[in-house]
């Protein structure tokens, strides 16, 4: 690939980008540049990565073939009126921000601006996320197949990538994007129901946190409905069932539900 990026945004998503990439051999250290205003965190992926880094935007910016917008989605009108200026027909546009679709970038950068939209999560950070990616008619015309194949090696390049219509990827946001921290939450309460069983609380942590991760690898890689895993896991008059049962009287099935159809909801007012 051998591109140049630049990073305008250099939290903990825009290293996850940064490392795949690198890790991957997508393009060297010496094509990427990343932008923000504290120079502690630039100092990190100066020392971690060996990238150029900016506290300029505009600076950051400048000769960029893939201009990635890593900023939260109430700083992005700001940042768009100050890339402006140095934006030419020959960048392409990626933005992870949750709930700024491709017309609002239109809109703010014009319609023959080649833009695309990356919603990945946090285990991006351990190679192992999960993007929904999609790009504006411009992006999407045969002439720039190849850039937006790229895109999607960068996306793979820190987990699994897959294009999917506008209209979801605020959904797969949610679904892939807000899940880790609920499944944090039930990793936590689970070792807690080990600890209060009399396991010390290091090695509860350990079991629920891969016995969740092993459940996730089988369900992605098995073809399997999760349902009949499910059913694998539950003997007759076993303990498994009698668990199932108590997590059904407690709702958690709707519970999981409601959490995904509030976060879509308020993804879709940002």
């Known amino acids: 690939m051998n591109r140049r ?3 305008i945004g250099a939290g903990n998503m825009a290293s996850a980008i940064i490392g795949g990439i690198l890790q991957s051999g997508l393009t060297p250290p010496e094509n990427i540049c990343a932008a923000n205003p504290t120079e502690e965190k630039l100092r990190h992926l100066r020392e971690t990565f060996g990238i150029r880094t900016e506290q300029d ?3 950051a910016a400048e000769g960029a073939e893939l201009l990635f917008l890593c900023v939260k989605p109430q700083m992005m009108d700001g940042v768009l009126q100050e890339l402006l200026p140095v934006l030419s027909k020959e960048q392409t546009v990626v933005s992870v921000a949750a709930g700024k679709t491709l017309a609002y970038f239109e809109e703010r950068l014009g319609s023959k ?8 999560n946090t285990p991006a950070l351990c190679g192992a996320g999960m993007s929904a990616v999609c790009g504006n008619e411009e992006m999407l015309k045969p002439e720039n197949e190849g850039i937006f194949q790229d895109i999607l090696a960068i996306c793979r390049s820190f987990g699994g990538a ?7 990827v605020d959904v797969a946001g949610q679904v892939a994007g807000a899940s880790p921290a609920w499944i ?3 990793i936590e309460a689970l070792a807690d129901g080990a600890v209060a069983c009399g396991m010390p609380r290091d090695m509860a942590y350990r079991f629920a946190a ?3 991760a092993g459940a996730g690898k089988l369900a992605a890689e098995s073809g399997k409905h999760p349902g009949i895993l499910k059913d694998m896991v539950t003997s007759p008059a076993g303990t498994t069932i009698q668990g199932v049962r108590i997590l059904e009287e407690h709702g958690v ?5 409601d959490a995904v159809i509030g976060a879509y909801e308020r993804s879709l007012k940002m």
């Open 253 to 257: 099935r709707g519970a999981f539900m």
């Open 162 to 168: 897959e294009v999917v219509p506008e209209r979801l």
């Open 210 to 212: 891969q016995g969740v």
């Open 57 to 59: 935007n505009r600076r």
């Open 5 to 7: 990026i630049a990073f």
């Open 184 to 186: 944090f939450m039930v």
């Open 113 to 120: 601006t080649r833009i695309t939209r990356v919603m990945p």
